[in-house]
């Protein structure tokens, strides 16, 4: 359900699919090619959330972002994900951002104003505490969250392929609708 709050309402790039039970508020953006799965929240109701291209956030994800209380939003976190981006099931994103090529596992919490670099992969249940920030390339895990070592060339492949497989599974899904 796409819903406006204080006259925004959430836009939704070419060929992206949205689960009938899945819900997106307010001041929100959705890449061409993403995935909402099913009983996903995104709500962009007192800052803004960006969902890059290519990207998928699976079943009973939680996207939001922490409160602006200026008119040009510069305070505050929105939430911004890159492009080809998997969020596992049951992740909770709040005021954060994640780069391009990122897999973030299933029950992962990410909180206010921590970055995650490009090409990295946050550990299923693993905590990301306020502010951290972490650099390209990391696998990232445990609570709370520090970075382990650096992904390999196989890990990073896996990311990309990834994000392709939700392609695939999103298309499959709109065949079914027509």
Known sequence: ????????SPKIGKRSWIAKNANIIGECQIGNDCGIWFGVTIRGDVNYIKVGNRSNI???SIIHVTHSKTK???DGYPTLIGDEVTVGHNAMLHGCKIG???LIGMGA???DGCEIGNE???AAGSVVTQNKKFPSRSMIMGTPAKVIRQLTEEEIAHIYQSAQNYVTYKNNYIELEK
């Open 100 to 102: 391009d090529a990122c």
């Open 72 to 74: 040009n939003k510069d």
């Open 58 to 60: 699976q079943d009973g």
């Open 1 to 8: 359900m796409l819903i406006e709050y204080m006259k925004e």
């Open 109 to 111: 919490t990410l909180l």
């Open 120 to 122: 990295s992969m946050v």
